[in-house]
T-cell receptor
Framework: DTAVSQTPKYLVTQMGNDKSIKCEQNLGHDTMYWYKQDSKKFLKIMFSYNNKELIINETVPNRFSPKSPDKAHLNLHINSLELGDSAVYFC?????WGGGTDTQYFGPGTRLTVL | QKEVEQDPGPLSVPEGAIVSLNCTYSNSAFQYFMWYRQYSRKGPELLMYTYSSGNKEDGRFTAQVDKSSKYISLFIRDSQPSDSATYLCAMSLTGANSKLTFGKGITLSVRP
């Protein structure tokens, strides 16, 4: 039973294309996140949604647009892909925000390569 | 200066060695400190969690937090080849389920 799943696992595309990554969690969590991990393994938060509401929006180009149709799903759409967007994108989810000792649970990642 | 600095690595040790992994941070408001382990081509998973200063032990793993020095450590005793992974420190102002700021990660290889 997969807790946090992402599709696709691998994505290879040309510069300038638009692509989407989907994330689903079956943990009943309220909060979901998108992280980007670069080639040097640096993991940085991009967005966070709590019960379909955007609560974190880090300094991310507006070519990246997250969408949460319901609290179990958080998708990431990327317009006009650039070479520097090549990275592994992780989705994560957690119980309600703040003060908790429970952790964030990460998905397996989507490895995006822009040619 | 990055908010969280982590020894860059990679680190290679023989099986059975004691491993020490370290992070320093600049934001004294961080209260929650975590270590995540990430196997190759997998997502990070929580290994240790500590609130404020002190030590926490779980089996072969010990996490230490020294808030006065803004320094955290993870010790692995009797290291095993299965410990070979990337270890990421992470910190938060308000909880393990809040916005996490990660270190760059260090890749550990334990040689049989």
């Amino acid at each position: 039973d997969t807790a946090v799943s992402q599709t696709p696992k691998y994505l290879v595309t040309q510069m300038g294309n638009d692509k989407s990554i989907k994330c689903e969690q079956n943990l009943g969590h309220d909060t979901m996140y998108w992280y980007k991990q670069d080639s040097k393994k640096f993991l940085k938060i991009m967005f966070s949604y709590n019960n379909k509401e955007l609560i974190i929006n880090e300094t991310v180009p507006n070519r990246f647009s997250p969408k949460s149709p319901d609290k179990a799903h958080l998708n990431l759409h990327i317009n006009s892909l650039e070479l520097g967007d090549s990275a592994v994108y992780f989705c994560a989810s957690s119980p309600p925000w703040g003060g908790g000792t429970d952790t964030q649970y990460f998905g397996p990642g989507t490895r995006l390569t822009v040619l | 200066q990055k908010e969280v600095e982590q020894d860059p690595g990679p680190l290679s040790v023989p099986e059975g060695a004691i491993v020490s992994l370290n992070c320093t941070y600049s934001n004294s408001a961080f209260q929650y400190f975590m270590w995540y382990r990430q196997y190759s081509r997998k997502g990070p998973e929580l290994l240790m969690y500590t609130y404020s200063s002190g030590n926490k032990e779980d089996g072969r793993f010990t996490a230490q937090v020294d808030k006065s020095s803004k320094y955290i450590s993870l010790f692995i005793r009797d290291s095993q080849p299965s410990d070979s992974a990337t270890y990421l420190c992470a910190m938060s102002l308000t909880g393990a389920n809040s916005k996490l700021t990660f270190g760059k990660g260090i890749t550990l290889s334990v040689r049989p």
